[in-house]
């Protein structure tokens, strides 16, 4: 689903002349055009731009880029998806509930490792979101997670969280920087993450980042 955004107009409209609170602040030409830029791209190709390719778009280097949108992110403008993903800028509208609207950031192996690639999709969820938690969701690649449930395609809601106990069900970084979906449990000082999938084997590894643990799966019939 394609998000609404905001028109160009409602943007640079900025803060009513009374001062009424919950306006959005004027935005200066370049964060207006930068605005711009995201809906056209976001519509036309379903996921947001890079920092580079805005940089390229309007001949400034990267750095100039970050110092707008974190500017505008100030503004309640827009939003990352999350920090590290490089295509998770967001536009915010006034009508849109992000307390039961979540991003679906991307696809998660759940066979062999693969980078996670953000996706601004949203998936409206309402009352599956435990309260006063940080969820967001991604869409399941691959089959190793298919005897605990968890299929090819599948929606999991993760609650963003950087510990996990034994046996619980991660977003996991590993050394490589690839991102997977396993079982978590500690082994001295090595981490084992368990598919659940008697044909595979575990994944062994000296570290791991967690970036989440499985609280529950969507399926579309």
Same mark, same amino acid.
């Given at each position: 689903?394609?998000?609404?955004?905001?028109?160009?107009?409602?943007?640079? %409209?900025?803060?009513?002349?009374?001062? %009424?609170?919950?306006?959005?602040?004027?935005?200066?030409?370049?964060?207006?055009?930068?605005?711009?830029?995201?809906?056209?791209?976001?519509?036309?190709?379903?996921? %947001?731009?890079?920092?580079?390719?805005?940089?390229?778009?309007?001949?400034?280097?990267?750095?100039?880029?970050?110092?707008?949108?974190?500017?505008?992110? /100030?503004?309640?403008?827009? /939003?990352?998806?999350?920090?590290?993903?490089?295509?998770?800028?967001?536009?915010?509208?006034?009508?849109?509930? %992000?307390?039961?609207?979540?991003?679906?950031?991307?696809?998660?192996?759940?066979?062999?490792?693969?980078?996670?690639?953000?996706?601004?999709?949203?998936?409206?969820?309402?009352?599956?979101?435990?309260?006063?938690?940080?969820?967001?969701?991604? /869409?399941?690649?691959?089959?190793?997670?298919?005897?605990?449930?968890?299929?090819?395609?599948?929606?999991?809601?993760?609650?963003?969280?950087?510990?996990?106990?034994?046996?619980?069900?991660?977003?996991?970084?590993?050394?490589?920087?690839?991102?997977?979906?396993?079982?978590?449990?500690?082994?001295?000082?090595?981490?084992?993450?368990? #598919?659940?999938?008697?044909?595979?084997? #575990?994944?062994?590894?000296?570290?791991?980042?967690? /970036?989440?643990?499985?609280?529950?799966?969507?399926?579309?019939?």
């Amino acid at each position: 689903m394609t998000p609404t955004i905001p028109s160009r107009a409602n943007l640079e %409209s900025g803060r009513p002349r009374d001062g %009424s609170p919950g306006a959005t602040p004027p935005l200066t030409r370049r964060q207006a055009q930068i605005v711009e830029f995201l809906r056209e791209y976001t519509n036309e190709h379903g996921i %947001s731009p890079t920092l580079e390719e805005i940089a390229q778009q309007f001949g400034v280097n990267k750095v100039t880029i970050f110092g707008h949108v974190a500017e505008l992110e /100030r503004k309640g403008v827009l /939003r990352r998806a999350a920090r590290g993903v490089s295509r998770g800028l967001q536009l915010i509208t006034d009508d849109l509930d %992000s307390n039961t609207v979540l991003p679906i950031l991307g696809r998660i192996a759940a066979g062999a490792p693969i980078e996670a690639i953000e996706d601004p999709e949203q998936f409206d969820l309402k009352d599956l979101i435990p309260p006063g938690k940080e969820v967001y969701a991604l /869409r399941v690649q691959g089959e190793s997670m298919i005897e605990d449930a968890i299929a090819d395609g599948d929606l999991v809601l993760v609650e963003r969280r950087e510990e996990a106990r034994d046996g619980e069900t991660v977003v996991a970084v590993l050394p490589d920087g690839e991102t997977t979906l396993k079982r978590f449990y500690r082994e001295g000082d090595q981490f084992r993450l368990q #598919p659940a999938n008697h044909t595979m084997e #575990p994944l062994i590894v000296p570290e791991v980042e967690i /970036r989440g643990v499985v609280i529950a799966v969507i399926r579309r019939y």
